[in-house]
């Protein structure tokens, strides 16, 4: 397997990684989760709307799963320009991640807080924020444009 190749792959796998792990979490939860989640908070203080768990997961996996299977099939397309498949999985990357801590916060808090409304977001808003950086390791990952060739 050439460098390229292999760095194309873990281009891949780095992008679908935020949807494998909110999947993983959903199993794990699955016998703890409320019929609702909290999934909206004016201030730092409790949750003021909830939404049903298994429409809040859908919503939210199938975001990161599509944005994730784009990213992927850029990843691993042969012919796709080099810049190309790494501004497209420097979206799609974020957009994966974006999606899939917006289920791991808020289901997480809603679980501790056993009560939907009762779940404060405070500092954890943090986290789907920096889900936007999660594009940039796949993005680094992919193979390299090449330099423009010049004549002397």
């Known amino acids: 397997m050439s460098a390229g190749t ?12 935020p949807t494998a792990v909110a999947l993983c979490f959903r199993i794990a939860w699955s ?11 004016s201030s730092g203080g409790p949750a003021d709307r909830a939404t049903p768990t298994h429409d809040f997961f859908a919503a939210t996996f199938a975001t990161s799963a599509i944005a994730a299977l784009l990213g992927a099939t850029a990843a691993l397309l042969t012919r796709l320009h080099p810049l190309a498949r790494r501004l497209v999985l420097l979206a799609t990357g974020s957009v994966s991640a974006i999606a899939a801590t917006q289920w791991l916060v808020s289901t997480g ?19 789907p924020f920096g889900a936007f950086a999660y594009g940039v390791p796949p993005l ?13």
């Open 6 to 17: 292999a760095r194309r792959f873990a281009a891949a796998a780095a992008v679908l990684a």
């Open 31 to 41: 016998s703890d989760l409320p019929e609702t989640i909290g999934t909206h908070w």
């Open 140 to 152: 680094l990952l992919a193979p390299p444009p090449r330099p423009a060739r010049t004549s002397a």
């Open 109 to 127: 808090l809603t679980i501790h807080a056993g009560d939907p409304y009762q779940a404060v977001l405070g500092a954890w808003i943090l986290i």
